[in-house]
């Protein structure tokens, strides 16, 4: 098994998983939660403690990448206790998952080299600007993610060591033919059923709902009929983008220009052909290669012809070797060197060594160093020094605001005139559903604290983004309480007739069922009932025209010898059916296997195999996992 994994890790399974990792760091951040400390765990994998602050990491990378994937119906979704509740179990047995997989790993010796790791952070696209890795833009990411270099690098590289694991075991899987060929004649297996539905609404005449019962659900499900807690909020908001500066003129903009000219050159640039060899197999082999190509160049050959001909960089060489222009800080530094030390046009260098082989690099053209001249520039220029007016406006505008609002904390038109703003105000609405700019974290949590609450003062400068602050205070606050009964009452004695019919449905399919099963057929039911015969003479699993809880339990019935095979099935809106299965026919799969349901099988058997491997590391461990509330929020 070992030497599965670490082949495993190389291969493209592997980098797929890697992949996933770096997305997340990319798309769901870190979070700002490893300053907590917490004296209780959220969950202990033999002997080893899954802290709070790990969890809270975890919960916030997962809220976030739903949030990016939902976009604003993920307030609708985040109302739902339940269902958070769900995503913070769900986000509880992943880290156990990979505390079980980082304790294998370490069991059986894997660990990912430092090199790897440094090559991995080089990689990452969100520590790069211009497309190459960026120090300063890497060390302020992860310091606000609240990483420090060196836990950053074990944070990745316990990630990338449990990849190996996941790679050894999804990244091996394979399916026989005759394993393919049984799953899609599954999957594309019909059944001919007949079936009817006993419709709860038709049933509703014979249901009263009492005052009292309507009165006891209340009382024992108070809790389901909270109104929301309501909140308005005056605020002022400033941004760079918005604020009217003067004109910048002409004179302006020329004196910038000089002032910074450096900025505007335009380095030399070298339009290269090359001949390459590739020595990654038989180093001695290349060189000879190389260094008799060398020699025929010497005595007359035609570069292109030998590049076509004989260069393993098969895109340069239909080209006859050309690598159009290149910059100084973008190929390999003996590349480089070579090339940009050959004085004339047509020169070819010696051979170069680089870490993809063997180089012979031709000058074809050459392009000085030039500045560009002001008339190309003035219009990005005039725009960044207008840019940089408003921000300078903005910062001012910022400070001032930021102390009156401190001084006469009691309102905030006082704020908003200094910076030549107004101030503006919602109605009452639950925080879910508070408008842009308000609906984000950092305002949210200051609405939340006992000063906004309690003291009705102003908050502190709130930034949201580059250039861009909001100062907000509550108007008027209506804390969450119990609806009324006089409100909920319909509500409640809908949802009891709704409970009480679905019931009825439910009884009278089993009774008409029992009928079926002393001799009586679905047909003489449906005549006695007034029912609607319906029949599906090729049901497939992705049918759209049946309830999908009808699909499921026909596909779970044996399959009928002599006599039709028949079953209840309780729908999801509360109905009932009655479905008889006729018949199965199975599909006929051709020799010619369709390479996306291949992979599509063999992905859910691995899948499958991954979660088994899982479920036997649990079983092995000593877990002990309290109930998720713990782990609320």
């Not at 290269?272 to 260094?291: G, R, T, Y």
């Not at 842009?436 to 949590?445: D, G, K, M, S």
């Not at 209840?568 to 479905?579: E, H, P, Q, R, S």
Request: net charge negative; aromatic share 6%.
């Amino acid at each position: 098994m070992l030497e599965k994994i670490r082949e495993g890790s190389q291969g493209p399974v592997a980098k797929i998983i890697l992949g996933a990792v770096i997305l997340s760091f990319a798309l769901a951040g870190i979070g700002s939660y490893l300053g907590q400390t917490t004296e209780q765990p959220v969950a202990e994998v033999n002997g080893v403690k899954i802290s709070q602050t790990e969890f809270n990491r975890a919960y916030q990378n997962e809220r976030n990448r739903l949030e990016q994937q939902f976009g604003e119906y993920f307030t609708q979704i985040a109302a739902d206790p339940n269902y958070m509740a769900q995503i913070r179990q769900g986000v509880i047995d992943r880290l156990v998952q990979q505390e079980l997989q980082s304790q294998l790993a370490a069991e059986l010796g894997l660990r990912v080299s430092d090199d790897t790791v440094r090559k991995t952070i080089l990689e990452l696209p969100y520590f790069q600007l211009g497309d190459k890795f960026n120090n300063d833009r890497y060390l302020q990411v992860i310091r606000q993610m609240n990483f420090q270099p060196d836990t950053f690098r074990e944070y990745l590289r316990e990630d990338m060591t449990r990849s190996q694991l996941v790679s050894a075991v999804a990244g091996t899987d394979f399916a026989l033919e005759s394993e393919l060929k049984s799953a899609i004649a599954l999957q594309q297996q019909t059944r001919s059923i007949d079936y009817l539905v006993i419709n709860k609404e038709s049933l509703a005449d014979n249901v009263e709902v009492s005052e009292q019962e309507v009165s006891d659900y209340y009382d024992l499900n108070a809790s389901q009929f909270l109104s929301p807690e309501l909140i308005s909020v005056n605020y002022v908001e400033l941004k760079a983008e918005n604020i009217v500066v003067g004109s910048v003129t002409e004179e302006d903009v020329k004196a910038s220009y000089e002032q910074n000219k450096a900025q505007y050159v335009e380095p030399e640039k070298r339009r290269v052909s090359h001949i390459l060899i590739d020595n990654s197999e038989d180093d001695d082999a290349a060189k000879a290669k190389v260094d008799a190509l060398y020699a025929e160049l010497q005595q007359g050959a035609d570069f292109a012809e030998l590049a076509e001909s004989s260069s393993d960089d098969i895109v340069s060489a239909e080209m006859g070797g050309d690598l159009d222009w290149i910059e100084r800080d973008v190929m390999d530094p003996a590349f480089e060197d070579a090339a940009f030390s050959l004085e004339a046009k047509g020169d070819f260098s010696e051979v170069v060594a680089s870490e993809f082989g063997y180089h012979i690099i031709k000058l074809t053209d050459i392009q000085p160093q030039q500045v560009k001249p002001f008339d190309d520039v003035k219009a990005d220029l005039r725009a960044e020094l207008e840019r940089a007016e408003k921000i300078d406006a903005f910062y001012d505008k910022q400070t001032e605001m930021g102390a009156i609002a401190f001084e006469i904390s009691d309102r905030l038109d006082d704020a908003a005139e200094v910076a030549e703003l107004e101030v503006q105000s919602t109605p009452l609405l639950a925080l879910n559903a508070l408008p842009e700019p308000l609906n984000t974290p950092a305002v949210i949590t200051a609405l939340t604290s006992v000063d906004l609450l309690e003291d009705r003062v102003n908050s502190e400068v709130i930034e949201l983004g580059d250039e861009h602050i909001v100062i907000v205070r509550i108007n008027e606050h209506q804390p969450a309480s119990t609806k009324p009964l006089s409100d909920v009452s319909e509500q409640i004695k809908t949802r009891l007739v709704n409970d009480k019919t679905s019931e009825l449905a439910k009884d009278k399919a089993r009774s008409l069922f029992a009928e079926i099963q002393a001799g009586k057929s679905l047909n003489d039911i449906a005549t006695e009932q007034g029912l609607t015969l319906r029949q599906e003479s090729q049901l497939n699993r992705q049918s759209f025209a049946v309830s999908p809880a009808i699909v499921t339990q026909a596909f779970k019935m044996a399959h009928p010898a002599d006599t039709a095979v028949v079953d209840v099935v309780d729908l999801n809106n509360g109905d009932a059916a009655i479905v008889a299965l006729n018949s199965v026919t199975d599909a006929t799969v051709t020799a010619d296997i369709d390479p996306q349901a291949k992979q599509s099988i063999t992905m859910a058997q691995a899948n499958k195999n991954y979660m088994v491997f899982i479920e036997s590391l649990k079983a092995k461990a000593e877990l002990n996992l309290p109930v998720v509330e713990q782990a609320a929020e």
